[in-house]
């Protein structure tokens, strides 16, 4: 009976045991469970976060690139206006300068006709022949006395004025003594 006994506690131990080590099992499963399930996570939690920079930059450079085209419309606009503005004040300076202007030489022009009466003219005012273009008067001094000592071209200036081209052409061929004397028959210039 002892051995009996002795053999159920032997069985008991050895079920306690099996249970024991079952339960062991189980937690350590269950622990193994857990850990997986939390290591999953972590690398769910790694991608999900890499994706989530992955998008973040994306959007910044989309953002950076709309905000730098943003700016760029913003400074044509800006330049565009300011550049009216200026075209506009410019255009008001040069239109009142262009009146000035004219004005001067309207005034001018009203006054080469009078030259050969001023007081500092040096020819006989009925001597002089008034053309304008492209010089403003021709000089046959002498001619009202009846003797002609020289044809003299004037061209008349104020201020800083200076030749226009085709007045300075017109100089360069008196003075290069390239004038000649034509006298033309009305029947020829007709061609009868």
């Not at 002795?6 to 249970?19: D, E, I, K, S």
């Not at 052409?169 to 390239?178: F, G, P």
Request: glycine share 6%; net charge positive; no cysteine.
């Amino acid at each position: 009976m002892i051995a009996l006994i002795v053999a159920g506690v032997v069985l008991a131990l050895l079920a306690g045991a099996a249970g024991g080590i079952w339960l062991w099992l189980q937690r350590a499963l269950k622990k193994a469970e857990v850990d997986a399930q939390k290591l999953a996570e972590a690398m769910l939690d790694k991608k999900v976060q890499k994706l989530a920079i992955e998008r973040l930059n994306e959007w910044r450079t989309l953002e950076e690139k709309a905000n730098e085209r943003r700016t760029h419309i913003l400074a044509e606009n800006l330049a565009h206006t300011q550049f009216e503005k200026w075209k506009m004040s410019e255009e008001t300076r040069i239109r009142q300068d262009a009146i000035v202007r004219s004005e001067a030489i309207s005034k001018g022009k009203q006054v080469e006709h009078f030259v050969a009466f001023m007081t500092g003219f040096e020819y006989a005012p009925r001597d002089a022949r008034f053309l304008g273009s492209p010089i403003d008067l021709v000089v046959f001094d002498g001619l009202a006395d009846g003797n002609v000592k020289e044809v003299v071209f004037v061209e008349i200036k104020s201020g800083k004025s200076q030749l226009t081209k085709r007045e300075q052409l017109v100089k360069d061929a008196i003075e290069q003594k390239r004038v000649s004397w034509k006298q033309i028959r009305l029947e020829d210039a007709l061609g009868v």
